[in-house]
């Protein structure tokens, strides 16, 4: 049965399932579906073409859907906001849907947001990110499975984040982040693999551990260029799918074309061993 409170506008062409709870004075625009067991706290705002799949919670002064902060977007347009399942979006957080004909922002599932993080236009949320408070993700960035972003990271636009990241507070980047990585404050600091968040991940294997930690150090470690490491990775025949998803990634970046070819994030030269060539800006 629903709940929804009388203060609250909806408009007549918006679809909730039977269940769905509606705050006070929250607003749910035309053209917007909400899935079944979704709850809106008091005052959070729905923009029109957003979806919402279930068991989501959207709390107080969230707005979902907003329209792009892009100055070529073209009102008239018809462009989307997707959200999963099992989403969590606290107060202040703020989404937009995509710029483009057609195009969509997109939120995987079981995503958790916090106080005033945001996403824009066209980015992509993968399932189980975390976004901590003021954390920034700008258009047409992807942030990969399972990240957590601390808070007041930034990712510049067309970044792409890999599966499985661990940003410090206050991290930022400008070019593509390998799975698995751990950022530190500053902007595109790798200071080593994520080890507590692999050694977490339970589909990951000790051998698949031991396959991430050589991707990493052909990589980083071993003062190759990033085009010869990845034709080192490439001769590494009996890697499993975490391992891969290293070596996918680094082709993909390296192969990028504009407005994507970003570079690589390159390690932070304190965390260099002893004896390795220190990286120039921009290479791995």
């Given amino acids: 049965m629903q709940k929804i409170h009388p203060t609250a506008i909806i408009d007549p062409t918006a679809e909730l399932a039977a269940d769905v709870e509606v705050g006070p004075y929250s607003v749910i625009e035309g053209n917007v579906k909400i899935g079944s067991g979704t709850r809106l706290m008091s005052h959070a705002i729905i923009r029109q073409y957003t979806t919402l799949g279930a068991g989501n919670l959207v709390d107080s002064y969230a707005v979902l859907g907003g329209v792009p ?135 990951i294997t000790m051998e698949d551990r031991r396959q991430i930690k050589e991707a990493f150090a052909l990589l980083y470690r071993n003062g190759l260029s990033p085009s010869r490491a990845l034709e080192r990775m490439d001769a590494c025949s009996d890697w499993g799918s975490a391992a891969g998803d290293f070596r996918d990634f680094v082709r993909r970046a390296l192969n990028a074309q504009k407005p994507f070819a970003r570079g690589i994030c390159h390690l932070r030269r304190k965390a260099l061993r002893s004896g390795a060539s220190a990286c120039e800006p921009g290479c791995g």
């Fill in 69 to 203: 902060q892009d100055y070529k977007f073209d009102a008239d347009s018809v462009t989307y906001l997707r959200i999963g399942d099992r989403n969590v979006f606290r107060e202040g957080v703020t989404i937009s849907r995509a710029t483009g004909e057609g195009n969509a922002t997109v939120v995987g599932n079981g995503t958790y947001w916090m106080t005033q993080s945001h996403a824009g236009h066209n980015a992509t949320i993968e399932d189980g990110a975390i976004l901590v408070n003021n954390v920034s993700v700008a258009g047409h960035a992807t942030v990969g499975k399972n990240c957590v972003l601390s808070s007041g990271a930034a990712v510049h636009q067309f970044c792409w984040l890999g599966q499985g990241i661990m940003a410090q507070a206050n991290a930022g980047v400008t070019m593509h982040v390998p799975p698995f990585v751990m950022l530190a404050a500053g902007i595109n600091n790798i200071v080593g693999l994520n080890s507590v968040g692999i050694a977490r991940n339970k589909s």
